[in-house]
């Protein structure tokens, strides 16, 4: 299957820095990638989606200037966390789509990272 | 926009039982819908999907339903076992396209040895 893989897994940084957590689809190529924030026994949330090529498109209340998203290549995303606080502190996940045979996308997520703000 | 509701929020079994995990959403162009499995501390995994031209498909002990007239889908899983014990999200969303996947709040899951 298709595999997706996330680095950093875990961060630990103090209050004011700045983090980028890199996202890969490592055997396909993926036009689009999401990015999620999950808190503790919560659902995931939706913060993005990134488009290989163009500016990404954030939800609701998700600042861009604070979660900034290049997607530089079919297999490759990046969300940095800019002037990091300690309620950004959350586990980061990102996902790619992989179309099938009948133009369906199965969504294939990477493995997290988990960041904590001191 | 699509809103999908998931019940129950937790649900607990004896190892043999079966499990059943609801589903609703209100977008009707809405015509896939997977579910995940999240183990602790882990990514969530694809388990099985749906897609709207279908009513039920099966997996071993795991299955799915969906009712397009009343906008609902199930997840049914037969002779839990421990291993089961996660939080599992469904998700509805449109095949082609651009699209934007809508999740569940997730069911944790426990299956009791």
């Known amino acids: 299957g298709a595999v997706v893989s996330q680095h950093p897994s875990w961060v630990i940084c103090k209050s004011g820095t700045s983090v980028k957590i890199e996202c890969r689809s490592l055997?396909?190529?993926?036009?689009?990638m999401f990015w999620y924030r999950q808190f503790p026994k919560q659902s995931l949330m939706l913060m993005a989606t990134?488009?290989?090529?163009?500016?990404?498109?954030?939800e609701q209340g998700v600042e861009k200037d604070k979660f900034l998203i290049n997607h530089a290549s079919l297999t490759l995303s990046t969300l940095t966390v800019t002037s990091a606080h300690p309620e950004d502190s959350s586990f980061y996940i990102c996902?790619?789509?992989?179309?099938?045979?009948?133009?369906?996308?199965?969504?294939?997520f990477g493995p997290g990272t988990r960041l904590l703000v001191l | 926009g699509e809103n999908v509701e998931q019940h129950p929020s937790t649900l607990s079994v004896q190892e043999g039982d079966s499990a059943v995990i609801k589903c609703t959403y209100s977008?009707?162009?809405?015509?896939?819908f997977p579910w995940y499995k999240q183990e602790l501390g882990k990514r969530p995994q694809l388990i099985i999907d749906?897609?709207?031209?279908?009513g039920e498909k099966k997996d071993q002990r795991i299955a799915v339903t969906l009712n397009k007239t009343a906008k609902h889908f199930s997840l049914h899983i037969t002779e839990t076992q421990p291993e089961d014990s996660a939080v599992y999200f469904c998700?509805?969303?449109?095949?082609?396209?651009?699209?934007?996947?809508?999740f569940g709040r997730g069911t944790s899951l426990i299956v009791h040895p």
């Open positions: 055997d396909f190529q993926a036009t689009t």
């Open positions: 996902s790619a789509g992989v179309g099938g045979s009948g133009s369906e996308e199965t969504q294939y």
């Open positions: 998700a509805a969303s449109r095949i082609g396209g651009s699209y934007i996947p809508t």
């Open positions: 977008d009707s162009a809405s015509n896939y």
């Open positions: 749906i897609r709207s031209n279908v």
């Open positions: 990134s488009n290989e090529g163009s500016k990404a498109t954030y």
